[in-house]
């Protein structure tokens, strides 16, 4: 009898055991991309923001034996359609990556070129953009960037700036520890002016001095490549942010991919540290 009930337990145990363990492989397995007709979104709750780490130029470019520039101009063309099928289904925010405050320490060559596809693709993309109601704005320390970037996100930014379409912020120069230390600074100023109290200081207060002033936080970020982290990126704002990762690499990001994300996020239960009934 005592065997018995051994094995019986041992049993269980294996059984839980096997079910842990393949539901934890199956959380982890590749995302790759999916036919259109395939997902069902339900389009009364599609993200008002979505926030995305464009990763995987530089693979991209190394696994077809390419330059690492051909690898950011292929990325550029992955940006016209995902804004473009984000505006179509109805996202208010799309926030990208581009540059970080870290990205500097790249060769400058690579950063050069980095800079010199913003202003091409500002110059040739502009017209459309507008036309499609887009709103260009920019995340970040500008003062920074080379002066013809400078002109051209001030021309962009200008065109744009009463439109009602999709609002698409490009991060440059930014990072998000430096966000957070000059809202910081900001409110201290303030504070030694008179102009406020400590006791004052509250979530308001410290998110009117973020770039990302009125606007909500983003609902979802999408990371491609396989990488699995955030790289400075919304640190503030990410802190109740689904994420997505796939192991596909940016100039390969599809607009089936960006609704994947979409219908992944939609059945995921947010709570925002509460609990439902």
């Not at 995987?56 to 063309?77: D, Q, S, T």
């Not at 060559?109 to 459309?128: A, F, G």
């Not at 490009?170 to 900001?186: H, M, W």
């Amino acid at each position: 009898m005592k065997n018995l009930l051994f094995s019986r337990f041992f049993l269980i145990l294996y059984i839980r055991g096997y079910y842990f363990l393949r539901n934890i492989f199956k959380s982890h397995k590749k995302v790759t991309s999916s036919n259109k007709d395939d997902l069902q979104l339900d389009m009364e709750n599609i993200p008002k923001h979505i926030a995305i780490i464009m990763d995987g130029n530089g693979r991209w470019a190394k696994a077809k034996n390419l330059p690492r520039a051909l690898g950011h101009k292929a990325g550029v063309e992955t940006i016209r359609r995902i804004i473009r099928e984000g505006d179509r289904l109805g996202v208010k925010y799309m926030t990208l990556y581009a540059f970080s405050t870290e990205n500097w320490k790249r060769p400058k060559d690579e950063v050069s070129t980095l800079m010199k596809l913003l202003v091409q693709y500002l110059k040739e993309e502009i017209s459309e953009l507008h036309d499609k109601g887009v709103v260009i704005n920019v995340l970040g320390d500008s003062s920074r960037l080379p002066k013809d970037c400078i002109d051209e996100i001030q021309k962009a930014k200008e065109i744009t700036k009463n439109n009602t379409g999709i609002i698409m912020n490009v991060a440059l120069n930014y990072g998000g520890r430096d966000e957070i230390i000059r809202a910081t600074r900001a409110i201290a100023e303030m504070v030694a002016l008179g102009k406020i109290k400590p006791s004052d200081i509250d979530n308001e207060i410290f998110e009117n001095h973020l770039y990302t002033k009125g606007m909500p936080d983003p609902d979802i970020i999408i990371r491609p490549s396989g990488e699995q982290r955030l790289s400075n990126f919304l640190l503030w704002q990410c802190a109740y942010s689904e994420f997505w990762y796939s192991n596909i690499n940016w100039p390969d990001f599809t607009e089936e991919d960006l609704r994947r994300a979409i219908y992944d996020f939609q059945n995921r239960d947010r709570r925002f540290g509460a609990i439902k009934d």
